[in-house]
């Protein structure tokens, strides 16, 4: 009977022994997905005017309420806009600003621009990460002739750096939209 008591503890000290062996990896830190409700575009004319303000604000995340999007108004043809974007998280009291977070990662994200359907518009980026790539927080508009049309803002995690643009950039997106511009 003590034979089997000591082959017994000898079996559970082996097993304990080799389950809690320094060979293990070490798990991998978990990087949270971000919650953005609103993104905010501000567009100031470069020496004075109208600033025309973008947003998209989902106060429900992905509830079954469609995003508010919002143009304050039209972009003034021939002029430069100085641009700037935020973007938070409004279900915390008070509202998270998402934006210091993809400054603070800059080599993790990037925020691209499309512009479509005719409208008339060069945007250069004003802001790159520690590596000279693109951030995009903050970027030049220049408005053209008088048109209509799209202008898009995608924020991209961890895309592939430095990248030609939106279509090889890879990684996910954070969050996208839309708006309808008009250039008067």
């Known amino acids: 009977m003590k034979t089997v008591k000591i082959l017994t503890l000898l079996m559970l000290g082996g097993t304990l ?21 609103t993104l905010t575009v501000t567009l100031t ?13 989902d106060l429900d995340g992905d509830g079954p309420n469609a995003p508010v999007v ?4 039209d972009l003034v043809a021939g002029t430069t806009y100085n641009g700037g974007i935020v973007v938070l998280n409004e279900t915390e009291t008070p509202a998270e600003n998402i934006t210091e977070e993809v400054e603070e990662e800059d080599d993790e ?20 990460d520690g590596n000279g790539n693109p951030l995009g927080t903050e970027f030049t508009l220049i408005s053209g002739a008088a048109s209509s049309g799209t202008l898009a803002f995608t924020l991209r995690h961890e895309p592939t750096k430095p990248n030609t643009g939106l279509a090889d950039a890879g990684g996910e997106t954070d969050i996208a939209v839309t708006f309808n511009v008009t250039v008067q």
């Open 109 to 128: 994200h990037q925020f691209f621009y499309t512009v479509g359907g005719g409208l008339d518009v060069t945007t250069e980026y004003a802001n790159f």
């Open 70 to 73: 919002t143009v304050s108004g």
């Open 45 to 57: 004319p470069d020496g004075g005017g109208t600033t025309v303000t973008l947003q998209s604000q």
């Open 17 to 37: 022994l080799t389950s809690c062996s320094d060979d293990d990896p070490a798990p991998e830190p978990i990087n949270e997905e971000e919650i953005i409700t």
